[in-house]
């Protein structure tokens, strides 16, 4: 006999169990439901992508996060690490001829090969949603609102999250007011986007290393600080330039304040989102409680279907990630209940009596019900406590009576009463209330 093997889960992966699984299918189905009532068509590509397609987004350093390899074709490949490249090689095709704006969403399974830790795995799911081919503010608030709603439709809410928003377009024109030069401005991106997690220290370490003078790394520390909208109009209330990039900022929160959903809305300085491709308005949705990373990020990229040889049209999206929002459900109790559970469990007394119920289960299957019996021969008793086990509500017994008249015996598992009922009349209602999405 050969030695038994143990395979162990592979570092960063999942397995889902039904509970588990559970947990996943409830975020997807809410994540549907909020994306397909702003009238959001669903899409999806191949898993596996050109490694240039990342490349040419990102840059050669994005290699050493991914998975990669040269297969059988001799093509250098990768499994996807986000979804938006994706977006942009299908659009790139077909484009011209799609009527304006563009309102798709998808739900890829994503890798990344990076270290795992709470928040971050090598793999996670991730609801995309983007709106291409409109330029104005409405879309970036169009897409900001159903990451928001997507979030309160499983249960948070504003005492839970927050949206933090800036714009790239107000940074550029601080950080020219600021006195920083042009040439370092790409090196400030990056210094200020890791503020955050870096401190104050160190981001005006950072900011001196790219070559600003100590005034101007005395401004931008300062509004790290304090980024607060106010405190910024004030410290630049002479430069035409950062107060007239200050008006889509103003545009996107009103209409996202007519939409009852300003409460969830915080203008933070630092937040610049590091991916160069981001041209406008940027955000990322945390917990209030500041203890986990972000939920969601995304922004306006204008120029992304440019670079895969598509029209050069406007676009803003976001990815939310189930990993850190499968965590944050947990830590609020918000995870639904998974025990096991069906519709009818169906009891045949003898063996006399399989037949009829093999056949009521099938057809109550067929009329879109959850059925389970017993698949080996067993007393009532038995099979009553394995309905209760299964979570079944009603349990539908078959004796020799029954069987001779056509009918069951349907027992409500939950309060114990029990009624006799002829087989076409149970399942003519079992249809009809299936149809109608009641309880028979």
């Given at each position: 006999?050969?030695?038994?093997?143990?395979?162990?889960?592979?570092?960063?992966?999942?397995?889902?169990?039904?509970?588990?699984?559970?947990?996943?299918?409830?975020?997807?189905?809410?994540?549907?439901?909020?994306?397909?009532?702003?009238?959001?068509?669903?899409?999806?590509?191949?898993?596996?992508?050109?490694?240039?397609?990342?490349?040419?987004k990102?840059?050669?350093?994005?290699?050493?996060?991914?998975?990669?390899?040269?297969?059988?074709?001799?093509?250098?490949?990768?499994?996807?690490?986000?979804?938006?490249?994706?977006?942009?090689?299908?659009?790139?095709?077909?484009s011209?001829?799609?009527?304006?704006?563009?309102?798709?969403?998808?739900?890829?399974?994503?890798?990344?090969?990076?270290?795992?830790?709470r928040?971050?795995?090598?793999?996670?799911?991730?609801?995309?949603?983007?709106?291409?081919?409109?330029?104005?503010?409405?879309?970036?608030?169009?897409?900001?609102?159903?990451?928001?709603?997507?979030l309160?439709?499983?249960?948070?809410?504003?005492?839970?999250?927050?949206?933090?928003?800036?714009?790239?377009?107000?940074?550029?024109?601080?950080?020219?007011?600021?006195?920083?030069?042009p040439?370092?401005?790409?090196?400030?991106?990056?210094?200020?986007?890791?503020?955050g997690?870096?401190?104050?220290?160190?981001?005006?370490?950072?900011?001196?290393?790219?070559?600003?003078?100590?005034?101007?790394?005395?401004?931008?520390?300062?509004?790290?600080?304090?980024?607060?909208?106010?405190?910024?109009?004030?410290?630049?209330?002479?430069?035409?330039?950062?107060?007239?990039?200050?008006?889509?900022?103003?545009?996107?929160?009103?209409?996202?304040?007519?939409?009852?959903?300003?409460?969830?809305?915080?203008?933070?300085?630092?937040?610049?989102?590091?991916?160069?491709?981001?041209?406008?308005?940027?955000?990322?949705?945390?917990?209030?409680?500041?203890?986990?990373?972000?939920?969601?990020?995304?922004?306006?990229?204008?120029?992304?279907?440019?670079?895969?040889?598509?029209?050069?049209?406007?676009?803003?999206?976001f990815?939310?990630?189930?990993?850190?929002l499968c965590?944050?459900?947990?830590?609020?109790?918000?995870?639904?209940?998974?025990?096991?559970?069906?519709?009818?469990?169906?009891?045949?007394?003898?063996?006399?009596?399989?037949?009829?119920?093999?056949?009521?289960?099938?057809?109550?299957?067929?009329?879109?019900?959850?059925?389970?019996?017993?698949?080996?021969?067993q007393?009532?008793?038995?099979?009553?406590?394995?309905?209760?086990?299964?979570?079944?509500?009603?349990a539908?017994i078959?004796?020799?009576?029954?069987?001779?008249?056509?009918?069951?015996?349907?027992?409500?598992?939950?309060?114990?009463?029990?009624?006799?009922?002829?087989?076409?009349?149970?399942?003519?209602?079992?249809a009809?209330?299936?149809?109608g999405?009641?309880?028979?």
């Amino acid at each position: 006999m050969p030695a038994a093997r143990s395979f162990a889960r592979l570092p960063g992966f999942r397995d889902f169990s039904p509970g588990d699984l559970a947990l996943r299918s409830h975020v997807f189905n809410t994540w549907r439901r909020v994306a397909r009532g702003y009238g959001f068509r669903e899409y999806d590509g191949p898993p596996l992508e050109p490694l240039g397609l990342y490349v040419e987004k990102s840059g050669e350093e994005i290699v050493e996060q991914l998975y990669t390899f040269r297969d059988k074709g001799g093509r250098e490949v990768a499994l996807r690490p986000e979804m938006t490249p994706t977006l942009a090689r299908m659009l790139a095709g077909r484009s011209r001829g799609m009527p304006k704006p563009i309102r798709w969403f998808s739900i890829p399974q994503l890798f990344r090969y990076e270290r795992s830790q709470r928040g971050r795995l090598r793999e996670h799911f991730q609801l995309n949603v983007d709106v291409v081919g409109e330029a104005g503010v409405a879309a970036d608030a169009e897409v900001l609102a159903v990451a928001i709603d997507a979030l309160r439709g499983l249960g948070l809410g504003e005492d839970d999250f927050v949206a933090r928003v800036n714009d790239r377009r107000l940074v550029t024109a601080v950080l020219t007011a600021a006195g920083a030069p042009p040439g370092a401005h790409a090196g400030c991106l990056a210094v200020i986007d890791k503020a955050g997690r870096a401190g104050l220290e160190r981001t005006r370490a950072g900011l001196e290393a790219v070559g600003l003078s100590s005034g101007t790394v005395d401004i931008l520390a300062e509004l790290l600080s304090d980024g607060s909208r106010d405190h910024l109009a004030d410290r630049f209330r002479t430069s035409g330039a950062v107060i007239e990039a200050m008006t889509p900022l103003d545009e996107h929160r009103s209409i996202l304040e007519a939409m009852g959903l300003g409460a969830y809305l915080h203008f933070d300085f630092s937040v610049v989102r590091g991916l160069a491709y981001y041209t406008g308005i940027v955000f990322e949705l945390f917990d209030r409680a500041g203890e986990l990373r972000a939920i969601c990020g995304g922004g306006r990229y204008d120029r992304l279907l440019e670079l895969v040889g598509g029209e050069p049209l406007p676009a803003v999206g976001f990815g939310m990630g189930d990993v850190v929002l499968c965590e944050l459900l947990r830590d609020r109790d918000l995870v639904p209940g998974a025990a096991p559970s069906c519709d009818y469990y169906v009891i045949w007394v003898g063996p006399d009596q399989r037949g009829a119920g093999l056949e009521v289960s099938h057809r109550l299957r067929a009329a879109g019900h959850s059925v389970m019996y017993s698949l080996r021969p067993q007393g009532v008793g038995k099979q009553l406590r394995a309905a209760d086990r299964a979570g079944a509500r009603r349990a539908l017994i078959i004796g020799p009576d029954e069987a001779a008249s056509g009918s069951a015996t349907v027992r409500d598992l939950r309060t114990g009463s029990q009624k006799t009922r002829s087989l076409p009349s149970l399942l003519e209602t079992a249809a009809t209330h299936f149809a109608g999405g009641g309880n028979p």
